[in-house]
């Protein structure tokens, strides 16, 4: 089974990050020496921020109370002051219409507040909505400084366009300890057709090789020119608890590369085969054939999960593998000299495998809400059956084949359910008696279908879903007195009938209501 997945704090290669690697060509500068934004790299926004987001509570301007270049640096002043109909003022400035690249590396240099509602962002968006409105056309997120969301982050958007898009943010251990408002740091992404990383002082945090486009094969949609934005957003509410206006962002300059027409490696990983069950103790030979119309292929890397198990630089490309009982992602990914790279992985197999577990290493408490997306940790068809391979979603778990996306509501959401698909979740009856079930779905059909097993008998019956003329207008679906046994149980969730997303589902004491 071919599976969607997110590499987290791995070490692509056996030597150090260079600060620029080869195969990248400086398409352009700015230090900010001067007394003003260079007209001919920049433009200036001037809008107010709910055209863009209904959180977005600040209007851009273009005044120098709220962007200004001196002493060296662009900042950015976030100000709160009743401006046209907004509370409060802030900048946003971009080089669309004057700098673009497709490939390439760009780093920025910055300080920048880190509270509830402010957002720092630095992001490549597309030139033109090639496969459709956003996120279809895609976008990529150099750093994100969100403090709700674990403050220094980065990410993709793509997928379809509106509710059939998605966001994959990259959340990394090693930013837990910056500081971004107290000291400078320098973000970088290095994006090419099919692998996109990203750096924060010149470590790396967070690769992304799996993403989709409803319009075109991969690399879609980020095969396109992209212009860099930078930007400070006020969100609503948060921006209402803040008392030390105004805000600042500093940046001391950003580098923009241009790749140098190097085209990434072909790799496909031929052993083991997809959903190949091995033996306990059984040795595994990992082989792959990989080739570099270039020329300058360094060799390929075998991993399991995030863990590197070897670099091979001669073919035939293979290393013996020696795992324990469990299931593994393997992956062979062919590396070039400078650093482009492309990623082929299945799933395997050994021994006892990986009986479910409850997702949080905890049975979920009934009474109690379980988020639709938290379902057991295991492999297909012992945790979760879905009709395709892979997380369409492109949201939350990438190491699964269930569509997850990110929810209107917030938080996440199952998506586009059909017949036959389910879930399953552990979960720990604290009382025997009598409960309300609430299902929170949304269907822009009129024959969904589903119900809910616990230990293999159906609690619910059929419950239809009411068609909410959307995939995210969600509402309550809602079975009372269903009588619940003490103890631990499996749940599952079953559809009958297409299509419907699923946000959550509550259980309460009959009566609490």
């Known amino acids: ?19 620029v690697r080869a195969g990248y060509e400086l398409l352009g500068a700015d230090e900010f020496d001067g007394v003003s934004l260079e007209a001919a790299n920049w433009t ?22 709220n962007v200004r270049v001196s002493d060296g640096y662009l900042t950015i002043v976030a100000r709160k002051e009743a401006y046209d109909l907004a509370a409060y003022t802030t900048a946003r400035v971009h080089t669309y219409g004057k700098r673009a690249l497709t490939y390439g590396r760009v780093s920025v240099r ?29 976008g990529i997120d150099i750093v994100n400084i969100n403090i709700a969301g674990g403050v220094v982050t980065s990410g993709l958007h793509f997928g379809g366009s509106g509710p059939r898009g998605t966001h994959v943010e990259n959340r990394s251990p090693k930013t837990a300890g910056i500081k971004p408002d107290e000291d400078f740091h320098v973000y970088t992404v290095e994006w090419q057709p099919y692998e996109i990383r990203w750096y924060v002082d010149d470590e790396l945090t967070a690769v992304q090789d799996r993403w989709w486009s409803s319009a075109a094969p991969n690399p879609a949609p980020f095969d396109r020119p992209f ?44 052993s083991p085969a997809p959903g190949a069950n091995m033996s306990a103790g059984q040795s595994v030979t990992l082989r792959a054939d990989a080739s570099d119309v270039d020329d300058n292929l360094v060799g390929v890397e075998f991993y399991s999960g995030d863990q590197r198990l070897a670099l091979d630089r001669d073919e035939p490309f293979s290393f013996e593998w020696s795992p324990a009982d469990g299931c593994y992602d393997v992956i062979a990914r062919a590396v070039d000299e400078d650093g482009f790279g492309r990623s082929d992985n299945t799933e395997i197999i050994v021994g006892k495998g990986c009986p479910p577990t409850p997702f949080h290493g905890r049975p979920a408490a009934i009474p109690g809400r379980i988020e639709a997306e938290d379902f057991d940790k295991s492999r297909k068809n012992d945790a ?27 938080g996440f959401n199952l998506g586009w359910m059909i017949a036959g698909e389910w879930t399953r979740y552990t979960v720990a009856v604290t009382e025997a008696g009598k409960y309300d079930v609430r299902c929170r779905v949304a269907s822009p059909n009129d024959t969904a279908r589903i119900h809910l097993e616990l230990d293999g008998t159906n609690i619910t019956g059929p419950l239809p879903i009411p068609n909410t003329g959307d995939w995210q207008n969600f509402t309550d679906v809602v079975v009372r007195g269903v009588s619940l046994a003490k103890g631990e149980q499996v749940l599952r969730m079953v559809v009958e009938s297409e299509g419907l997303n699923l946000d959550y589902v509550e259980f309460t004491r009959s009566g609490d209501n």
């Open 227 to 270: 212009y860099v934005a930078i930007g400070l957003a006020v969100e609503a509410p948060d921006a209402g608890q803040l008392d030390n206006w105004p805000y600042s962002m500093e940046v001391d300059w950003i580098r923009v590369y241009q790749a140098q027409g190097n085209r990434a490696p072909e790799v496909e990983l031929i």
């Open 1 to 19: 089974m071919r599976t969607t997945r997110l590499l987290i704090l791995v070490t692509l290669l056996a030597v150090a990050v260079p600060a």
């Open 110 to 138: 910055m300080k920048a507040p880190a509270v509830p509602g402010l957002r720092p962002q630095v992001s490549l968006l597309p030139v033109e909505l090639t496969y459709g409105s956003w996120p279809a056309s895609g």
């Open 44 to 65: 200036r926004d001037t809008y107010h921020g709910v055209v863009r987001s209904a959180r977005d509570a600040g209007f851009y301007t273009g005044r120098p109370e």
């Open 384 to 410: 979760y059956f879905d009709t395709d391979a892979s997380n369409n979603g492109g949201a939350y778990r990438l190491d699964c084949g269930v569509d997850i996306q990110p929810c209107s509501a917030g």
